[in-house]
């Protein structure tokens, strides 16, 4: 079926199946499901939950994006990025696996679908950068580290230790000569077909490739005798209406944890959506990606599951095999469905160490060794916050560590603004044009004009930074004329507007001019008028140009 905007423009629901093809989405949901599958069931392994929560949340998530998600290629279901976290906050007020274990999971997909929901729904995009690259580069890192402490005891046939992370390696290391060859050579070995079957093409379900092949090596040597630990029967339930049973407080304590989740949730999906966009000619609507998500993770509530998130690699294999519309991944689910009804018993004897191959190679993956290496040569500064984001990930409780990085992020975003410092104007020679001084660079003065700028929003973080340096140029030129520079000031808040009060008048207790050149910031022209700053600079002193301003100024003076 062709592209059709006016459709999708105005279709309220199911927005991309106006534009879909059915055999290129069907042939992309076949690839989709062989690949979602394994990685499924193993994702919610890693969580706690049996095999079959893990496609109750891919059905959920595919046909909550499906519903009200715009991108057409995305994916949505269980995700190892997210996992970890909200099974170790989980586990912190249940035992995990228990009956209340699975209702606060039910419940944290609800609130984390309501927040997604509320998100795309108040436009706010934004809130997918509050986690810079290197700060999301050290989460991943973190969480590559838990999950290969997590699932190297299932792979090395050994028991899984409890308590802290670093205490849990220390164990692992120590009990390594009790490792079972058998689940050895069968997590590595699928490990080995995921890796090379990525090496050759995205396209080859290299993870069902090594599950089958890792299953029937069990069926056939008879391994579960020799120690080899199997998923065993899979319940052939299918997913249905589910609300949890829990007191008020376990709902508030559950929303520090779903605030973190959601962050996380936001910024994959929006990087997921802008990197494979529907229309080159258009921007990503990362909003109406957050609905869809959002819906995801409700449905997954009801039925039982655990909250999802966009997946990259999945949203990359739909884009690669022809899929045009959300029909691939309804189709995915349906094939999904399908195995759940009549096929689980296909299951039985798949073994754990095959799961843990899986997930040791999604864990090796998410580790973006070539970004690393880039930040660390070019901005140390940010080298050392992946660092301190990983070790917090690592060291405390992952949940604790994922707020943290959170917060370690906004802080650092915060100093990068209290870094902006004045700056001072030169005009090039033989032109028109004013620029930063630059100790290489040649540059003109004129004689009783000073032309200063902040490149920077002007703040309460750095407002009284920038007094003190327009009071040392005053105290140190003593022009005739004062040219604010504001082409950086993009916003003004309140304390920013008094600082610039100040400067104002003492400028005029002083006999200085002073003009403002270049306020270009729509948002910044509104702080003149809400904080009456006008009040102490004249209109006509305002200017479309330093040159302009210095050459009606410069002269009157």
């Not at 269980?78 to 909200?86: L, V």
């Not at 590559?144 to 409890?162: A, D, M, N, R, Y």
């Not at 006999?511 to 910044?524: D, F, H, K, P």
Request: glycine residues 10%; contains cysteine.
């Amino acid at each position: 079926m062709p592209h059709d905007d006016h459709a999708k423009a105005t279709w309220p629901l199911f927005r991309s199946l106006a534009s879909y093809s059915l055999p290129g989405d069907l042939l992309a949901g076949l690839t989709l499901a062989a690949i979602a599958v394994p990685e499924q069931m193993a994702t919610a392994r890693l969580g706690g939950f049996a095999p079959q929560i893990g496609f109750f949340a891919f059905m959920a998530g595919s046909l909550g994006f499906a519903l009200l998600g715009g991108n057409r290629f995305l994916s949505c279901g269980a995700d190892s990025t997210i996992t970890p976290i909200f099974a170790g906050g989980l586990a912190a007020l249940a035992l995990s696996g228990s009956p209340e274990y699975q209702g606060l999971a039910i419940a944290l997909a609800l609130m984390v679908g309501a927040m997604m929901l509320a998100g795309g729904a108040f436009r706010l995009g934004g809130i997918a950068n509050l986690l810079s690259v290197p700060v999301m580069v050290g989460f991943l890192v973190g969480i590559s580290v838990h999950i290969i402490v997590s699932q190297l005891p299932g792979v090395l046939g050994l028991g899984s230790p409890s308590g802290p992370t670093l205490d849990r390696i220390g164990v692992l290391a120590s009990e390594l000569g009790r490792t079972n060859p058998f689940t050895l050579c069968i997590g590595f070995g699928v490990l080995a077909v995921v890796f090379l079957s990525e090496k050759v093409s995205a396209k080859i379900p290299g993870a069902l490739i090594g599950l089958v092949s890792a299953t029937l090596a069990v069926i056939g040597l008879g391994l579960e005798s020799k120690g080899v630990n199997v998923v065993g029967s899979v319940p052939g339930t299918l997913p249905r209406p589910t609300l949890p049973d829990l007191a008020p407080e376990q709902w508030v304590r559950l929303v520090p944890l779903a605030f973190v989740i959601t962050v996380v949730v936001m910024v994959q999906t929006a990087a997921t959506t802008r990197s494979f966009p529907s229309d080159l000619d258009q921007p990503a609507d990362v909003d109406r990606d957050f609905l869809g998500a959002g819906a995801g993770s409700v449905l997954a509530g009801l039925f039982g599951a655990f909250p999802v998130n966009a997946s990259p690699p999945r949203t990359g294999i739909v884009a690669e095999t022809g899929g045009q519309s959300q029909l691939s991944g309804l189709a995915a689910a349906a094939i999904v469905l399908a195995l759940l009804a009549f096929g689980t018993g296909l299951l039985r004897h798949v073994p754990d160490a095959a799961l843990g191959g899986i997930l040791l190679f999604v864990a090796l993956k998410i580790i973006r060794v070539k970004q690393i290496v880039t930040i660390y040569r070019q901005s140390f500064s940010e080298f050392l916050l992946i660092i301190a984001t990983a070790a917090l990930i690592i060291v405390l409780p992952i949940e604790q560590g994922a707020f943290l990085g959170i917060v370690l992020s906004l802080l650092y975003g915060i100093w990068s603004i209290t870094r902006a410092k004045l700056v001072e104007f030169e005009r090039v020679p033989g032109t028109t044009i004013w620029w930063p001084a630059h100790p290489h660079v040649a540059g003109e003065r004129i004689a009783g004009v000073a032309v200063i700028g902040l490149q920077a929003p002007l703040s309460f973080l750095n407002a009284p930074d920038f007094r003190s340096d327009v009071t040392s140029v005053l105290g140190t030129s003593a022009p005739q004329l004062l040219v604010l520079e504001a082409s950086g000031m993009v916003e003004i808040d309140f304390t920013g507007a008094q600082i610039l009060l100040e400067i104002f008048k003492a400028c005029s207790e002083q006999g200085v001019t002073v003009a403002l050149a270049r306020l270009e910031s729509v948002r910044a022209q509104d702080a003149f008028e809400r904080f009456n700053l006008f009040d102490a600079l004249p209109r006509e002193h305002l200017f479309r140009s330093v040159d302009e301003a210095v050459r009606t100024l410069a002269k009157a003076n």
